[in-house]
């Protein structure tokens, strides 16, 4: 209390509670805190007072920041943010001029992707709004051996006969933003979010005085080993606040890139690999956090990148996509020889605690992580796609191919996803587990960027006849597979004999009525048929949103020389999706609403177009 009317001998007082510090004393412990609270209650005169024995004071409250009494070890984080700001102010070091657009943090869009909409049809998007409190510009910079433009003249730090402020907090620096990263890494949630918040207000504010070098030790000696362990101790089960303080971590993490664009440049991979560590986790609330980040890191800056940053972030989406197709789903099987065409895999020994030999969670995670990447590229695309080089389009391309093939190939496999669905996994859907909703949304995308391409050189001029043949050859061969599925669902309809027991929803652990349902075959033929109507209304889809509507904007000159082709191909879409408005027999609600879609008059409109110009 008699702090301010001591003028010497606190080099002695503060020995005295460093000592006490290192004890396990936990009445000592409680002495220091008590006594350091009445130092820092008041306002900067007591720091004043101490001049070179404020570096005793620092490591005072480092050692009671990693105490166990949860007050003493928070209030010595919150006292260690005062004396950064005081020794900040004493050395004149620049504060970030505040972004006038970032008076609030920006939004991340969390799309809700559960498990069982990743393996069905349908997704929902949440909005998650994250305020980052940004200061605004105090003071210039000082001679602190950071990068300065040179066109400010900063003031000389402030320094009495004793002490350099400038030079304390410089050789500090590490030291106090370690112990803040160590805070927001303790188990309890209040350390952890006043932790968070003072080591990124201190990188937002006083970053600007840091040196490239610097940086680069903060990245990789500070904040990836902190996101690190934040990414194990989820894995291990440990708790956190919550989730939305890991997304405020993320999206500190992606501001302060935002914040020091030209000097961190040089450090983008580095901040991809933290991202993309956290989508990689296998743990689905993380990857959610990843991937937004992700996203908000590309819309941010893609008007920034050039070409060697877009080629690093494309990169580690390619590998980010390909690490995390669940390939799980079709290496739980082993080959065995057998006559029947179903008995041509088989399952193998299930671990002691699950009928499966995969990690469920973690498999279903990478499902939902494919929908999420996919319809980031897509969003991509829509923002950055002129500043793009045409080898990044095919890059793109050639990443969505690969999930694309991984779903299609696995969707065709009913009896390896039925035994999957018989042995446990997401037996509460009421349909086969599949990656339907992969296969189309892929499929969708490719064709949405071929047409895109051909327009992007055709509003330039220029007419590229490659680019257009990619986009009609992907109509011809979606229409081509609309028509196989249909022809089969012909064919059933038309030698089922019980069709309307067929058509029934099948239920996994519902008992069977007869002998004939018991049987492999039977299960199989009726889950087919099942399949094939959600297949071929998701093929309807495709037409009716992602090819019919951009056949419709081509002008019929261009394609003069396909344009019969593309008639007799119109004409057996129209044909295909009448009968499917005729005969179909959906059970799911989802689906059902697919067919409120109705291309088939756009497609007239179309083909009377077509005439109209041969007539002509």
């Known amino acids: ?127 998650l709004t994250i305020e980052i409190k940004e200061q605004q510009q105090v003071t210039e910079p000082s001679n602190t051996g950071a990068e300065t433009p040179k066109e400010v003249e900063r003031p000389q730090a402030i320094t009495s006969k004793y002490v350099n402020y400038a030079e304390i907090l410089n050789q500090r620096w590490v030291l106090i933003l370690t112990c803040f990263s160590s805070g927001v890494c303790d188990l309890r949630p209040n350390i952890q979010g006043k932790s968070l918040e003072l080591l990124f207000k201190v990188l937002l504010e006083y970053g600007v005085n840091f040196i490239a070098d610097f940086w680069i030790v903060l990245f990789n000696g500070v904040l990836k080993q902190m996101f690190d362990e934040i990414n194990y101790s989820v894995q291990a089960g440990r ?73 690093v972030l494309l990169n580690s989406l390619n590998r980010i996509v390909v690490k995390n197709i669940p390939t799980q ?41 494919q929908l999420l990447l996919i319809g980031g590229i897509r969003d991509l695309l829509e923002l950055h796609f002129s500043r793009l080089e045409e080898r990044f389009i095919v890059q793109i391309l050639q990443t969505l191919e690969l999930s694309y093939k991984f779903a299609k190939e696995f969707n065709e496999q009913i009896y390896l996803r039925y035994s999957l669905w018989k042995n446990g996994f997401l037996s509460d859907l009421k349909h086969l587990p ?27 001029g220029t007419v590229r006849e490659d680019l257009l043949n990619n986009f009609l050859s992907m109509c011809f061969n979606i229409s081509a597979e609309l028509s196989k599925k249909v022809n089969s669902l012909r064919d059933i309809i038309k030698n089922e004999k019980n069709l309307k027991n067929l058509q029934k929803p099948f239920q996994i652990n519902q008992p069977a009525t007869s002998a004939e349902e ?76 697919l067919l409120a879609v109705e291309p088939e008059s756009t497609i007239k409109d179309i083909l009377k177009r077509y005439h109209e110009y041969l007539i002509r």
């Open 239 to 311: 708790s956190f606040k919550d989730m939305n303080f890991i997304k405020h971590a993320y999206q500190y993490l992606v501001e302060i890139f935002l914040s020091y664009y030209d000097i961190l440049l040089p450090l983008q991979q580095n901040l991809l690999d933290i991202i993309s560590t956290a989508i990689d986790v296998n743990d689905e609330p993380l990857s959610k956090i990843g991937i937004n980040a992700l996203k908000y890191l590309t819309n941010k800056c893609g008007m920034r990148f050039k070409t060697d940053e877009w080629e």
């Open 1 to 127: 209390e008699s702090a301010p009317s001591i003028k010497s001998g606190w080099n002695v007082i503060l020995n005295v509670f460093a000592r006490a510090s290192e004890e396990d004393d936990l009445n000592k412990i409680r002495i220091v805190h008590a006594g350091i609270q009445k130092l820092m209650s008041g306002d900067s005169s007591s720091l004043e007072l101490l001049e070179e024995d404020i570096v005793l004071l620092i490591n005072i409250l480092l050692k009671q920041a990693k105490s166990q009494m949860e007050d003493v070890a928070i209030n010595a984080i919150v006292n260690l943010g005062k004396v950064v700001s005081f020794l900040a102010d004493k050395a004149n070091l620049r504060k970030r001029a505040r972004r006038p657009s970032q008076s609030e943090g920006p939004a991340f869009q969390q799309e809700d992707v559960s498990a069982n909409k990743t393996l069905g049809d349908t997704q929902q998007r949440e909005v």
């Open 518 to 593: 018991e049987s492999v075959d039977y299960i199989l033929k009726k889950l087919k048929f099942l399949e094939l109507e959600r297949e071929i209304n998701n093929l309807k889809l495709i037409i009716s949103t992602n090819i019919i509507p951009n056949l419709a904007q081509l002008d019929p000159e261009l394609i003069r020389p396909k344009l019969t082709e593309i008639n007799f191909m119109l004409l057996d879409m129209m044909q295909n999706l009448i009968f499917i408005r005729s005969h179909s027999c959906l059970m799911y609600a989802s689906l059902s609403e």
């Open 329 to 369: 789903l079709m290496e739980a099987l082993r080959p065995r020889e057998a006559e029947a065409p179903h008995q041509a895999v088989v399952l193998p020994p299930p671990t002691p605690n699950s009928r499966l030999n995969f990690n469920v969670k973690s498999c279903v995670t990478k499902c939902v992580v």
């Open 434 to 460: 599949g990656l339907l909703k992969q296969e189309t949304d892929s499929l969708a995308c490719q064709i949405t960027i071929r047409y895109k391409h051909f327009i992007f050189y055709r509003e330039k």
